[in-house]
């Protein structure tokens, strides 16, 4: 039997421990203690104390839904996050400006090959969810989900020094692949990214994609008419990470994104072309 990699077991064990519900003295004092060293902004969310669980505390729901640009030109962010890096898809690759360029094919694995020319000359951006944001993912456009991959591996952080410095980080960590049809039947890729602490990514209408688990076999999921409007809830992390949207040529402009920039979830980043 293979064992997990290292990072594996410490994210297993992290999840364990954020997933215990204490006596509601302790648990309060850690989720509070948890919101101030974090600098967490409960402001749109219930109080601290509510949570039965620091992993509660983690996919904690909105109070209220943010009001967005529903036009049908107009690509939301789906998360709370840093952008690190965005542009265009060329040679096969995402050539990030300041990390360093992966590989798509890597990226997607063996299942999207036929995709690959696709997204030639496409765009991508990269969104990361730090550990004090709001975990939940949503959807930036009008869609139809085609399949879902998961694809094991190992989970090292994804902050700004690996990224600069780490060969084809998101390609060896844990990730889950949502192949899409967009407006005018043309593809998007929505690709939830694995962490250290990362406890599981969890896909609101499949739980048979079991992510962080003993499972070493890449799995695949198609979906018949599964449509999504824009700003529906799909899923969360359980803890930060990070997103990667790879759009296909001539369907998005990420015309409204800069680099370091902090989204919202529901703020307009771009034009549906």
Known sequence: MSKKHYTSLASSLFGKFANRENPTSLQNLINKTYVKSMGLDMSRFDAPQ??????????????KMPKFDKKDDVIISPVDALITDFGEIYEGKAYQIKGMSYDIKGLLGSNYLQDLELLENGSFANFYLSP??????????????????HIPGKLYPVNMPLLKNKLNLFIENERVILECLA??????????????NVGKMVLTFDDRVQTNASAKEVTHYKYDDLKFKKGDLFG???????IVILAQK???????????????????????L
């Open 236 to 242: 969360w992390f359980e803890m930060g990470s990070t």
């Open 132 to 149: 004090k944001d709001y975990h939940r993912y949503h959807i930036p456009l009008d869609l139809q989900v085609l399949s879902a991959t």
């Open 50 to 63: 509510s949570y039965k669980s620091l992993n509660k505390l983690f996919i904690r729901a909105l109070k």
């Open 183 to 196: 407006k005018d039947d043309k593809k998007l890729f929505i690709v939830l990214v694995g962490a250290l």
């Open 250 to 272: 001539d369907l998005v402009d990420f015309d409204k994104l800069q680099l370091n920039q902090k989204v919202t979830f529901g703020d307009s980043i771009g034009k549906v």
